[in-house]
Each structure stands twice: as C-alpha cells, then as structure tokens.
C-alpha cells in the first residue's frame, strides 16, 4: 500500500505536470485514434492537431512527422505496427480523456509497476529491501521520464516486473498458477513491446540450472504472440527495422547500409561499456551476479536474473542508436538490477554461527547458506 501511495504521489506531482511529447508518440496517438473508431485520415488529422501545440513543431525534422500527409502516415508507421496494446489501450480511454489519455495510461502503468516491482522482489526473504528498492526504482529519473512519455515503455515495464517475479519462483518451485502467470505476462509483454526474447532465455537459465524445462515452455506464449501479432500486421522484420533506423538517422551521410551498422554497432557497444565504467553500478550487478553464481543457495535466482540482464542487451545489436538505449537497455535493467541487490545482500546478511558453539555447527551453518 506505501509503494502504491508513493507513486501515485510522485504520478501527480511530477510526472503529469511534466509530459514528454515525442516524435513516435504521434505514431501511437494515430493508431489509438483509430483503434477508437477513426478513420485513418481522421485520426491523422485529429492526432496532428494534438501534437501541433507541442514544443516539437519547433524543429523542422520532427514537425515533418507531425504534419504527415494522412495518406502515407499509416504507412510511414509500419515500423510500430506491432505494438498493439499500448493504443488499444489508450483509444478505450480516448472518448473521455482525448489524447491526454497517452499520458493518463502511463501514469497509471507507473503506479502499477511500482506494485509488480515490489510483488517481483518478495520472491525473496526481506520484504523490507523490496520496500526501499521498489522506491529507489520509482523515483529515478529514468523510471520517472518513462512515465510522463507518449511511449509504450512505462506499460511493458508492468508485464516484464510480473513476468521476473514468476521467474524467480519457478527457479525454486514450479506451479501452475505462477507458470499461467509467467505466460500471461509474457503475452503482454510481446503485445507492448517486440521483445519476446526477453522472457525466454530467462527461462532457458532455469532449464539448464534445474533442469525444469515447463517454464521455457510457458514462456514460448510471448514467441507466439509475437509471431501472431507479426503475421496479422505484417510488422518490419528485424532487418527491416534496422533498415528503417538506418534511413531516419539524424545525420545522412552517403555510407551504405553495412558500413553504417557496423559503425553503429561498434559505436554502440563502445558506450555501453564506457557507461558501465563511469557509473559504476553495473560493473558491481556484474561482480554481484557472479558472486550469487557461485554460491549454491542463490545460484537459481541469480541465473534468472543474469539471463535477464544479457537479454537486455539484445537492444544493442537489434537497435545500435546509443540515444534510445536509456529506454530500450537502461530501463528494463532497473528491476533486474533491484533483484540483484535483494539478492546480493540477503546472501551476505545470512547469520553466522558464533564460534563457541563448535566447528561441526559452523560447518553445518556455511552448508545452509551454500
């Protein structure tokens, strides 16, 4: 209940009195509209209008995309077609709210992951470090921007935290109700963002660590989905998208299409690792994962949480556009960071058996922590 007042204190007094408009969120803005009913010359029109008060019609570049011509901007979106739960959601909401609701339905996923974050980290002992970190996530100010955008992140972010949390229970015990959950989120997490990939080698860890292969098999729901979301809108490939990313790069230059990804790429991965280096923190998960690795007690969990975090980084490869990766890597790396912490120091605050009760219950005690 205090992690749910906190962000909803925190929905009201910060991230809707500061909304982000974004070029892509008028690609939502249009697929809601017409979702709502529009036709698609009426939802440009109407989701232009909108967007026409912006402080984006400021820059030539992204009043472009704002003033597109209603006969190709549905196909000039292609790229986002797939995404369908994020402005279906917001086209239900659309009669009331107007495109306000973009807004309304990411504050309200804040709240909402604020409590799936914090039912995420009670997979583990300590309900009071899931308390401070589900907190500590609420309030950085990449959670916070997330939840004032006009982007489908804030939303997938609910169904990745519930999607971890069933993970790290099926790393110990394996029951029906967390395995339809597991599936459920994974779903929903494929019908926000294209990133089925994200469940699954999480739960490929535990088939390999427990050799307990029906987590794998719930989570393929997401594979199916996407494929069935793929097939119904004909939806960019991955080397469409990239093609995609490659003809709306900022600065055109006359390098081909391999010479810019290669570039792009190598580029990318140079920043995350110079990232990595100046903030410190993921250099200690790394250190932190490998440590619970090797203890047998949080091996599980720590793989789960280890597969996790590398199928974060598919964003790399998949979109090499070092601007973008506060939302596409940094921010689905915030819950399994926070479950790396839990984890982390709850293996180091384990008890130890005072010496005078004898090297048999010391030895006893290093086994149960082990």
């Given at each position: 209940m205090l992690v749910a007042l906190f962000a909803i204190a925190i929905a009201f007094v910060s991230v809707l009195k500061h909304p982000t408009y974004t070029p892509d969120g008028i690609v939502y803005a249009r697929f809601a509209a017409r979702d709502a009913g529009y036709s698609e010359r009426d939802a440009t029109l109407a989701a232009r209008a909108f967007y026409d008060h912006t402080e984006m019609m400021s820059n030539p570049r992204y009043r472009a995309l704002i003033d597109l011509d209603p006969s190709v901007s549905f196909a000039k979106s292609k790229v986002f077609e797939?995404?369908?739960?994020?402005?279906?959601?917001?086209g239900m909401a659309l009669g009331t709210a107007g495109f306000r609701a973009l807004f309304l339905v990411n504050a309200a996923a804040y709240v909402a992951f604020g409590l799936a974050l914090f039912w995420m980290l009670g997979a583990f002992k300590r309900p009071v470090f899931a308390f401070v970190l589900a907190l500590l996530a609420l309030a950085l100010p990449v959670t916070r921007a997330s939840a004032s955008s006009d982007l489908t992140d804030m939303l997938s972010m609910i169904w990745w935290a519930l999607a971890l949390g069933a993970l790290l229970r099926l790393?110990?015990?394996?029951?029906?109700a967390t395995l339809a959950l597991l599936a459920i989120s994974g779903i929903l997490l494929a019908l926000t963002r294209p990133t089925p990939y994200l469940i699954v080698l999480p739960a490929l860890a535990i088939g390999i660590v427990r050799a307990s292969w029906?987590?794998?098999?719930?989570?393929?729901?997401?594979?199916a989905a996407y494929a069935a979301v793929a097939i119904a809108t004909h939806a960019y490939g991955i080397s469409e998208q990239l093609h995609w990313v490659y003809d709306h790069r900022p600065t055109i230059t006359n390098d081909s299409f391999r010479a810019w990804y290669e570039s792009a790429l190598l580029s990318s991965i140079r920043y995350v690792i110079a990232?990595?280096?100046r903030t410190v923190v993921p250099l200690l998960m790394i250190a932190a994962a490998a440590y619970g690795l090797w203890r047998t007690r949080t091996r599980a969990e720590m793989a789960v949480l280890a597969a996790g975090g590398i199928a974060c980084l598919i964003a790399v490869p998949f979109n090499p556009v070092p601007s973008s990766f506060e939302r596409v890597l940094l921010l689905p790396l915030v819950p399994v960071f926070c479950a790396i912490a839990q984890c982390t120091a709850e293996a180091l605050l384990v008890k130890r058996v005072p010496a005078e009760f004898?090297?048999?219950?010391?030895?006893?005690?290093?086994?149960a922590a082990d």
């Open positions: 797939n995404r369908v739960l994020y402005p279906w959601v917001v790393a110990h015990q394996t029951r029906p029906a987590p794998l098999a719930a989570s393929l729901g997401s594979v990232e990595a280096v004898g090297p048999a219950a010391a030895a006893q005690s290093a086994a």
